[in-house]
């Protein structure tokens, strides 16, 4: 993946350290991993304004899974959306998944507006709104 871009960098020290991963390639798949699990749980709408507000890299990864039929889990809990982002990952430990999700999570919400947040988090189910409202907004230098 290239990251020629200061902003990615930015964004992929902020998952590599806030995620408690070992090496910025960890950060990238766990980046993927997040963004394609998220991108299934918000409708196509917030999806596309996300992604328009994202590097192409991210926006790729959010817009990345195909579904014939889009059925977004207005249910989904916190652990099967950290299972899935690990499954996606390379990962299994769900548990450990927390650390990297609220990562991910802080590091997007440097390119969104509060508006956008708000939206993001109104489309996410309950659980998986929690998690979202958790992560930091991260003030950055770029």
Known sequence: MEMDDSGLIQYYD???SMGKLRTVEHAQ??????LETLGICLD??????????LPEELA??????????????????SI?????????????????????TLAVFSGI????DSD?????????SRE????WQKAERIKTTA
């Open 14 to 16: 902020i998952v590599f």
């Open 116 to 124: 956008l947040e708000d939206r993001v988090s109104n489309a996410l």
């Open 29 to 34: 798949h766990w980046s993927n991993g997040v």
């Open 60 to 77: 790729k990864s959010l817009k990345g899974v195909f579904w014939l039929l889009h059925f977004r889990d207005p249910q989904m809990s």
């Open 128 to 131: 998986v709104r929690e998690l």
């Open 80 to 100: 099967e959306f950290r299972q899935r982002a690990a499954r996606r990952s390379g990962n299994t430990d769900a548990e450990f998944a927390y650390f990297p």
């Open 44 to 53: 196509r709408n917030t999806k596309r304004a996300l992604a328009k507000n």
């Open 109 to 112: 919400k440097q390119y969104i």
